[in-house]
């Protein structure tokens, strides 16, 4: 697989892995043995690049990929987050942000144990914290790449005055945000700031959380632990509305011989050099069809052929409840 360079000199595979699904929102969960499994086939067919977060279980997803990644250290890069005081019972979810330095360099400690790695490569803030000034998140994270615990510093889902305060302390590799053909909204002001700036893009939900597969519809039934349960763009009649958007991409598809995924993934990477999308999956067959993405070549004929449909659909229903948007763009 080909790569690509977020910030200045921090080099990855053109597509890289979300492993949040694997432990984390999208119950029934694998069995860790399968999860491990289709870690090395990642690593087997190019993609060096891992997302996790101490969040995701909390902690057992950070476990899983130390224990399955062991084989490869040194080949592959990691990137974790920290931004949440967890459960002190360990159950799923926070109580709260906290992305105060000494709680940062906590994080880092507990998640180099879990990762069993001598650094961490990428470490992000996972969610703005209010209360804590930016410049004092950045200064932390400096410390800890001089003292060699930290590789790059990343932010996620920060406003793009966040991201210039951030960078002017302590550079930022990368922003990882949701960007996808059905959530444009960083196009706006964060694509550009980026750009100017230097900063690599990792969308998250590049598959609008399974839709753009196709393989959802307005029947589709979640399990009840599913977090798409919540998310008002799943609504029956939000699947109804959007699904003009899973037909572009199918239309497209057939002219490409590929799936609707791999248009979409494809449309991501055709546009910026320096984006790395992670789809998540816990399958191998879709491992391989997302992988198959960045073989996908489309044309500027054809990238205007999706932008003058796409201008004509209106996507419904939000991203995320109230409560969760209200965390993303600080």
Known sequence: MQTRTLGHNFEVSALGLGCMGMTFSYKPFPEKEQSIRLLHAAVDRGITFFDTAEVYGPWNNEELLGEGLAPYRGKVAIATKFGFNLNLDGSPGWQGLNSRPERIKQVADASLKRLNIEAIDLFYQHRVDPDVPIEDVAGAVKELIEAGKVRHFGLSEAGANTIRRAHAVQPVAALQSEYSLWF?????????TLEELGIGFVPYSPLGKGFLTGKIDQSTSFESTDIRNAIPRFSPEARAANQAVVDLL?????????????????????????????????????LEENIGAAAVELTAADLAEIEEAAAGIKVEGDRYPEKLEAMTGR
């Open 184 to 192: 444009r909204r960083p196009e706006i002001e964060i694509i550009p």
């Open 250 to 286: 199918a239309r497209i598809g057939k002219q490409k011989d590929a799936t609707p995924a791999q248009i979409a993934l494809a449309w991501l990477l055709a546009q910026k050099p320096w984006i790395v999308p992670i789809p998540g999956t816990t399958k191998l067959h879709r």
